[in-house]
């Protein structure tokens, strides 16, 4: 059954343990910007920002280990994504490297914006592309705007 947000564009949050801290404050941040998709996330990374934003409806995955970067992949290649915020650890060897590259492999296929760090994070959530979104299925021009 909808419950209304289907209509709305959908970003993934997924963080590795050394950023989460980071994902959650950008998150907390930026609640109202978010509010404005749909949320899916990791397991681990989902429960975290809903311990601190219990108001964004956030879907959670299979933690990524266990298999939430592939479903995130999945959901890229149905077309089902329109942004994606990895916030990668880029100084810890990881046991499911393989996936991960595969996500971000995925997201360069398909074009998905993704945001690999804060900074980019920052820059993407208030991108003309991201807003347009919510209003168009094709992809605007890029125009700035202050907000
Ligand atoms: O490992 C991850 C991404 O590769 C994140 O998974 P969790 O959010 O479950 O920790």
Do not use: W
């Amino acid at each position: 059954m909808s419950d209304g947000h289907d209509a709305l564009p959908t970003l993934a949050l997924v963080a590795h343990d050394a950023k989460k801290e980071l994902c959650v404050e950008f998150a907390l941040r930026n609640q109202e910007k978010l509010g404005h998709f749909n949320l899916v996330a990791t397991g681990t990374t989902g429960g975290r920002i809903l311990e601190k934003c219990p108001n964004l409806l956030v879907r959670r995955l299979k933690s990524g280990p266990l298999g939430g970067d592939q479903q995130i992949g999945a959901m890229i290649a149905q077309g089902e994504l329109h942004g994606l915020f990895f916030f990668v650890d880029p100084l810890s060897p990881m046991p499911h490297d393989v996936d991960i590259k595969a996500l971000m492999r995925l997201a360069l296929v398909y074009d998905i914006p993704m945001a690999l760090n804060l900074s980019t994070a920052e820059i993407l959530l208030r991108s003309a592309r991201l807003q347009g979104l919510k209003t168009s299925s094709s992809t605007p021009e890029i125009k700035l705007t202050a907000s």
